[in-house]
């Protein structure tokens, strides 16, 4: 059974940090580009930031230069590290193993 499910999401004001965290299970996650993308209410889903299996990395302009994405293979996890947030970057993280697994999501909100 493929799993992924992140966490680290929180309240946090204008220009401080989190860290969310997938941990995946049921794939072969050394061989899986992964993915964060967000969802604010009524908008559409979009892509955040992915890594590939050789991690080569990918942002999306709006978190160009605040946030990172790494993985660690031995722990079947991916990370995404966001500094200087900003309350425009409030909305539910989910990660994505290659084209078709999801996360169930996790709360993001950036506000005083």
């Known amino acids: 059974q493929v799993q992924l499910v992140e966490s680290g999401g929180g309240l946090v004001q204008p220009g401080g940090s989190l860290r969310l965290s997938c941990a995946t299970s049921?794939?072969?996650?050394?061989?899986?580009?992964m993915g964060w993308y967000r969802q604010a209410p009524g908008k559409q889903r979009d892509l955040v930031a992915t890594?590939?299996?050789?991690?080569?990395?990918a942002y999306a302009d709006f978190v160009k230069g605040r946030f990172t994405i790494s993985r660690d293979d031995a722990k079947n996890t991916v990370y995404l590290q966001m500094d200087s947030l900003k309350p425009e970057d409030t909305a539910v993280y989910y990660c994505k193993a290659g084209n078709l697994h999801w996360g169930q999501g996790t709360q993001v909100t950036v506000s005083s």
């Open positions: 890594i590939s299996v050789r991690r080569t990395t």
């Open positions: 049921g794939i072969p996650f050394r061989f899986f580009t």
